[in-house]
């Protein structure tokens, strides 16, 4: 591999997320919950991850969570089910016409004081720095409060 030009490396702010384990949390859905599987390896067997990509479920480390290949705009689960949901970098795969099912099925399979984390990434519009052909290096640092 070539040296990388920096003229065309966006690098963002270093971002600390800090989620606290909550004692009263029974079920969590983590959307798209593949790659890292961090809420996987916080809450274990009290989480169903869904994705649409059996790699992505597969590439998971191993954990204790349940893998489903779901589309989280049309869940297969029943009302009122989750304590819990978690979204980690995957509004940034979906199409913007998406997001409105999405956000109706968590609010439909969440519990009536449940909560929807998300995480996520903002691209910026490129400018005349950042060339067509650039090259996206992001680092995500994450501490996880126990």
């Not at 204790?64 to 980690?88: E, G």
């Not at 399979?109 to 650039?134: A, H, N, Q, R």
Request: aromatic share 10%.
């Amino acid at each position: 591999m070539g040296k990388i030009d920096e003229n065309k490396i966006y690098f963002t702010e270093k971002q600390i997320i800090d989620i606290e384990k909550e004692k009263d949390i029974n079920r969590v859905l983590d959307i798209g919950g593949g790659g890292e599987s961090i809420i996987a390896h916080l809450y274990g067997d009290r989480v169903i991850s869904i994705d649409l990509s059996k790699e992505e479920l597969l590439e998971a480390e191993d954990n204790d969570a349940l893998k489903i290949i779901m589309d989280a705009r049309k869940m297969d689960f029943l009302d009122n089910q989750f304590d819990l949901c978690t979204s980690f970098f995957t509004f940034m795969y979906l199409d913007k016409i998406d997001y409105e099912k999405v956000f109706k099925e968590v609010k439909r399979v969440l519990k009536p004081e449940g909560l929807f984390l998300i995480w996520d990434l903002s691209i910026p519009e490129k400018t005349e720095k950042i060339k067509i052909s650039m090259q996206l290096i992001w680092k995500l640092d994450l501490i996880i409060k126990r």
